[in-house]
């Protein structure tokens, strides 16, 4: 049995010796952010109306071995409150996802992308806990840019929510945030 197990061990490092580089090499280095701050929208949602903005974004960015171009994997959670000064009501938005982002056709001129969102991409709510619109699930957009970066073409491919923002054609954020600040 000792020697059965040795001479495996000995298959296995020549095998693994001749093997490419590229199947032995390390893997892409993965990189972890965290964005904190604070900041201001001097016309939150087109109302001419400034809004306190503060953030706390966590995420892990992975890139296939193969490259950006290839495969992109992202996987963030995050809370930003919106405030009126005026008022000082407030408005949250949390979100915790996995975000992969492909080029399924082109190379460098006409491009279109495949972007999905696995997860919780939002949840509006009042400070005090009233869930005002939540978007969960999964779900896919390609997206065809022209090779000076002009979107041209943009669909829903995969929609397995509910995913109220897209359903709205990504108007419902500002349609529920605009009054839930008190903006008149």
């Given amino acids: 049995m000792g020697r059965t197990r040795f001479w495996s061990l000995g298959i296995l490092v020549v095998l693994v010796g001749l093997m490419p580089s590229t199947a032995v090499a390390a893997p892409p280095p993965i990189e972890h952010f965290r ?9 939150f949602c087109g109302t001419g109306q400034a809004i306190d903005v503060e953030f706390d974004i966590r995420g892990t ?16 959670r995050g809370k930003v409150t919106f405030t009126n000064p005026d008022t000082g009501q407030s408005l949250l938005n949390t979100w915790a996802q996995m975000t992969t982002e492909q080029i399924i056709e082109g190379d460098g001129g006409v491009e279109t992308l495949l972007i999905t969102f696995k997860g919780l991409p939002s949840k509006l709510k009042l400070p005090h806990g009233e869930v ?4 969960a699930g999964v779900i ?3 997206i065809t840019f022209d090779a000076t970066g002009e979107e041209i073409d943009f669909q829903v491919v995969v929609n ?3 995913h ?5 054609d990504f108007q419902l954020f500002c349609e529920i945030a605009v009054p839930a600040l008190g903006i008149t």
């Avoid at 109220?164 to 709205?168: C, F, L, T």
């Fill in 61 to 76: 960015v992975w890139i296939s071995p193969q490259g950006e171009d290839v495969l992109v994997r992202v996987t963030e």
């Fill in 160 to 162: 397995k929510g509910p």
């Fill in 140 to 142: 896919a957009f390609e």
């Fill in 164 to 168: 109220p923002e897209a359903d709205s």
């Fill in 35 to 43: 964005d904190v701050g604070t900041d201001a929208d001097p016309d």
């Fill in 132 to 135: 005002l619109s939540r978007d």
